[in-house]
């Protein structure tokens, strides 16, 4: 081991193909820089970041396997789930994005009809404008970004707290799909299915309900929070027998203060999950 620069992978970041602010090219180029030797990129129900990424990761020398992180609900719950490893070509994966893209256009179309019943119009250019008309993912902090634009809020925080966030009146819940047919898609990728952030669950029983079912770990370490917060999560993984990863969850200008490489996991975790990477690959081959 390099005790220098020890092994280090952030496996938790967003590019604009879904809500961050770096493209691709610009968060593979950041993670060299920082002194990440590997990377996963895992934009919300897209996958579109791989066509670029992968060959630019390659050219400079940094090691990537695939990410992702799906939407789901839990009943009424909102849950975040990653995928790793599976490969990015699967049609089980792509079939699903598209399913999750659809869905978003309805919801946001809802959420931007309630904008204007508020007297805060944005239109469907203005919404689209902060992610260059390139992501594949359009979401609630795109519509934010409009609205401080225009002028209605003067942070995406005041956006979500005012407006767009769970339960406020220009809140859309739209369609959703269950946690478990999510877990189901990433397994029929051969990917490894994860419990994104538990730290930021707040209701307890949908900790309890979450740990039975039919996931392969949690993400114990992310950025801000204290060691001793994480303590929980790896106990409950060790119990399990479950998987741990870590990750940052950086999104650039949009999440300041959150620097990419901000939690990361060592060398083996990274060299299992690309192992398994790697064996996909080859069967697509
Ligand atoms: P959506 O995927 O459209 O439901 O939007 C959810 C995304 O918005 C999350 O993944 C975060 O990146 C971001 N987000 C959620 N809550 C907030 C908040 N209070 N302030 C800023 N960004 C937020
Ligand atoms: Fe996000
Ligand atoms: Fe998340
Ligand atoms: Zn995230």
Request: proline share 4%.
């Amino acid at each position: 081991m390099n005790v220098e620069n020890p092994f280090r992978a952030d496996l938790h970041c967003h590019t604009t193909c879904s809500d961050g602010s770096l493209t691709p090219i610009e968060i593979v180029n950041l993670a060299m820089q920082v002194g990440l030797k590997g990377l996963a990129i895992t934009d919300h129900d897209s996958i579109q970041s791989y066509a670029q990424a992968l060959p630019e990761a390659e050219k400079i020398g940094l090691e990537m396997i695939s990410g992702i992180e799906f939407s789901a609900m839990h009943h009424a719950s909102s849950v975040h789930i990653l995928g790793y490893s599976f490969s990015v070509g699967h049609p089980a994966i792509t079939e699903f994005c598209l399913k999750h893209q659809q869905r978003r256009e309805s919801r946001n179309q809802a959420i931007l009809e309630r904008l204007a019943a508020n007297g805060m119009p944005v239109s469907q250019e203005e919404m689209l404008e902060w992610s260059l008309g390139s992501a594949s993912t359009v979401g609630r902090p795109h519509i934010a970004q409009a609205m401080i634009k225009k002028g209605y809020v003067s942070t995406v925080q005041e956006a979500f707290k005012m407006y767009i966030g769970e339960g406020k009146p220009c809140y859309a819940r739209g369609g959703s799909y269950s946690v478990e047919e999510t877990i189901a898609v990433i397994h029929q990728a051969k990917g490894f299915a994860i419990i994104a952030h538990p730290h930021l669950i707040k209701e307890q029983k949908l900790v309890e309900q979450l740990v039975n079912l039919n996931f392969d770990g949690l993400e114990g370490y992310y950025a801000l929070f204290y060691p001793s917060q994480n303590e929980r999560w790896l106990k409950m993984a060790a119990r399990k027998g479950w998987l741990v990863t870590g990750g940052s969850d950086f999104h650039g200008a949009i999440k300041p203060g959150i620097p990419l490489g901000a939690s990361w996991v060592g060398e083996d975790t990274f060299r299992f999950l690309q192992e398994r990477y790697k064996q996909n690959l080859h069967e697509e081959a």
